[in-house]
């Protein structure tokens, strides 16, 4: 008998990982070290073998799954059923779906839940500071609390299903059930909490007040997990897109292995939900910015293979989201992201550049590349210092190769719809990061570089969006005219900013054609609904549409475009932008679209 190389009775996830195990319960050191769910078995002598012949049941059961897998024993005399009976507690929804009622066996009748209060002790808000509990395993957040067995009801609230005598019935769930509520219930909460969740947001979006009542009955942190999955990271996905790419099914799957990027989650949600109450939540946003971030410091130092940790691209890409919507975010503060996240993706993917090797992609590989792409973009014209990274004309040269590796189960996919962030409209953003970088020269510019503004701003003038026929044939692919409007928008506000770039002492800001060109723009802001999420990747172009805009109407017309994408996007960075326009509407005449070439004033601007 050969000699065991690993041990058996470690963590489960130090056994998957094929790593040696202290086994120090109930965080081994390894799963602490790597932030990774340390998982332990109910047994604690080895590995548990079946018999050869008998049957693997699936012991959790889906809450209102019908679907079954049905198997013939044909041979089979008895079969053996391990059963139990549960006592479980029992809810129904009223007629409209606003209330809740708990059935009491004592009574025999159903009572009203007031404000969907369970009617059991629930944990208070914590008045510590949650941070303290960060690499907590939250296990208890994740397990499957489907119902499985109700024996007590009545067999004739039952449909009946015609099974013959010899077949055994194993229920499975194939596919995510979606509520309802459209919440996944792969998702780490149960129907009761996410109704009562989804139920705090819908007075959020009412513009109700609420008190600390509401929130008696809530786990804070996991009602912070809910609002980041429902509200924040739907903005990552900010045009149409194939659904392997949709953010929340690219990010999920990270955050069951991983309690940093859990504590990430929360400090977004937390982000979100502080644009409705800004009092009870920017503080815990905060906490967990500055916690997250330093741990993830801390991480990289001490670990030399952090590049290939999925979850630190996520991480750094979700921070910089939040700095961006926060109400005291900052864009040198970005930076840092930004710069850990090129580190990453350079030791990831440079080498296979350099060979012109090819490499198959993730959905959040190719989601987290893009979210790079436009911050590193957006963050150039504003940021104090950039020193730290390269300029755009390298970073796209490198990147331009790796956006066109193909991605895992999306090989048949148009271009344009397996980009989760541009969508068709890519080439605009290249255009932006080049003038952007152009622009933090000393003015007026240099012979040489006021030649390839002018080859830019000629790119401006030749840009059209990148819409396949097929898209004005097909209703649903018709969103898409929507997305590639995104670019047209860019490349007019790049078409301005390079006019003032090559003139910028005789520039004139009443010339027809400057002001012609902020009325076609404007146009374009009125024909895009209010609801489509393309306004989460148009500050910048709002910004410098509305440096440019001279009459009274134009300039009311963008304000109401950045009350639109702040309420869209739950962005404090419209308040910003606002006050910026408003210094410039306010100086001298001609004088305030210098502004925009104004590091001190530019910094204090988040995109």
Not at 130 to 158: G, K, R, T
Not at 260 to 280: I, Q
Not at 397 to 416: A, G, Q
Not at 555 to 560: Q, T
Request: charged share 25%; glycine share 4%; aromatic share 12%.
């Amino acid at each position: 008998m050969g000699q065991r190389k690993r041990t058996v009775t470690g963590c489960l996830s130090c056994r998957r990982r094929k790593k040696k195990c202290d086994e120090q319960k109930p965080v081994c050191k390894g799963c602490q070290r790597n932030f990774i769910r340390c998982q332990w078995p109910d047994y604690s002598t080895g590995r548990i073998r079946r018999k050869r012949g008998t049957l693997q049941f699936h012991p959790r059961l889906p809450v209102d799954s019908n679907e079954f897998q049905i198997t013939t024993l044909d041979s089979a005399k008895f079969v053996t059923v391990d059963t139990r009976e549960l006592d479980l507690d029992i809810y129904t929804k009223g007629k409209c779906g606003e209330t809740l009622y708990h059935y009491s066996k004592e009574s025999n009748s159903f009572t009203l839940v007031k404000d969907f209060e369970r009617d059991y002790d629930t944990p208070p808000i914590e008045k510590t500071n949650p941070l303290d509990e960060l690499d907590a395993i939250d296990q208890d957040l994740w397990e499957d609390q489907a119902i499985q067995n109700i024996s007590y009801l009545q067999p004739n609230q039952c449909s009946v299903i015609d099974i013959p005598f010899n077949e055994l019935i194993l229920n499975f769930q194939s596919k995510p059930l979606i509520s309802k509520l459209g919440v996944i219930d792969t998702s780490p909460f149960t129907e009761t909490e996410a109704y009562f969740y989804h139920n705090i947001i819908t007075k959020y979006n009412k513009n109700e007040i609420l008190d600390d009542n509401v929130f008696r009955a809530a786990n804070m942190k996991s009602f912070l997990l809910y609002a980041c999955i429902q509200g924040f990271i739907p903005k990552f996905g900010i045009t149409e897109a194939y659904p392997n790419l949709n953010p929340t099914a690219a990010f999920l799957p990270e955050l069951r292995r991983n309690s940093l990027l859990r504590n990430v989650f929360r400090c977004c949600g937390a982000t979100y939900l502080a644009w409705k109450d800004l009092a009870r939540f920017q503080r815990l946003s905060d906490e967990y910015y500055y916690a997250c971030k330093r741990l993830l410091e801390q991480f990289i130092i001490e670990n030399t293979n952090f590049a290939h940790q999925d979850w630190i691209l996520i991480s750094l890409q979700m921070l910089c989201v939040r700095e961006n919507n926060s109400f005291n975010g900052t864009v040198d503060d970005t930076i840092w992201q930004l710069e850990r996240s090129y580190q990453i993706i350079k030791l990831r993917y440079a080498s296979r550049c350099l060979q012109q090797t090819c490499h198959i992609l993730q959905p959040h590989e190719r989601l987290c590349i893009e979210s790079f792409i436009y911050h590193y973009a957006i963050s150039i014209l504003f940021a104090t210092s950039i020193s730290t990274l390269p300029s755009p004309f390298v970073i796209f040269k490198e990147l331009s190769y790796v956006l066109k590796w193909p991605m895992y189960n999306c090989e048949e996919i148009t271009e344009y719809f397996r980009s989760p962030v541009f969508g068709p409209s890519l080439d605009s953003y290249e255009i932006l990061a080049k003038l952007s970088y152009i622009a933090r020269m000393p003015m007026p510019l240099h012979p040489s570089w006021i030649t390839k503004v002018i080859q830019l701003r000629n790119k401006c003038v030749n840009y059209k969006p990148v819409v396949q026929d097929t898209v004005w044939i097909n209703p649903w692919l018709n969103r898409t005219v929507n997305n590639s409007i995104a670019g047209v928008l860019i490349t007019r506000a790049c078409y301005l900013l390079a006019s003032k770039m090559i003139n910028y002492d005789g520039f004139d800001l009443t010339n027809p054609h400057i002001q012609l060109c902020v009325k076609d723009t404007i146009k374009y802001y009125r024909e895009l609904p209010a609801n489509n999420q393309i306004w989460g990747i148009l500050s910048w172009a709002i910004l410098l549409t509305g440096s440019f805009a001279n009459d009274a109407d134009d300039r009311n017309s963008l304000l109401n475009c950045i009350n639109t994408m702040a309420e869209r996007t739950h962005s404090y960075s419209g308040i910003k932008i606002a006050a910026f326009l408003h210094d410039v509407w306010r100086a001298e005449k001609g004088k305030g679209i210098n502004y925009l070439f104004d590091r001190r004033r530019l910094s204090q601007l988040v995109m």
